[in-house]
């Protein structure tokens, strides 16, 4: 697959240095992967979540959250968020409050 963009992963580890080891290696396992859907990624990553149209990744022991929108046709990777844990609480909170108001 293609990941887009290394820049947040690498942006959010020379701010937070202990995840630099644990972001790069989920970045090489869906760079040399090749996954069909998400019962594939779940598969490679059993702690994968899915809250349309996120993927969220338990990275580092959960720690750290990548926050991707993946496009299985094209086998692209978007990461739109990579947060702390706490910082990830905050965000998955005011995304569930919008989709509770989009009712």
């Known amino acids: 697959m293609h990941v887009i963009s290394r820049r947040a992963l690498r942006e959010f580890?020379?701010?937070?240095?202990p995840a630099k080891t644990p972001l790069?290696?989920?970045?090489?396992?869906?760079?040399i992967g090749s996954f069909a859907d998400f019962n594939a990624i779940k598969r490679a990553f059993g702690t994968a979540d899915y809250l349309a149209p996120y993927t969220i990744f338990?990275?580092?022991?959960?720690?750290?959250?990548?926050?991707?929108?993946?496009?299985?046709?094209?086998?692209?990777?978007?990461?739109?968020?990579?947060?702390?844990?706490?910082?990830?609480?905050?965000?998955?909170?005011?995304?569930?409050?919008a989709k509770r108001s989009k009712r």
């Open 58 to 97: 338990d990275v580092g022991g959960n720690k750290y959250r990548v926050i991707a929108v993946i496009h299985y046709n094209r086998q692209r990777v978007y990461v739109r968020h990579v947060f702390t844990h706490p910082e990830y609480d905050t965000w998955f909170t005011k995304v569930r409050s």
């Open 24 to 31: 790069a290696a989920w970045f090489r396992i869906l760079e």
């Open 13 to 17: 580890w020379e701010e937070h240095p």
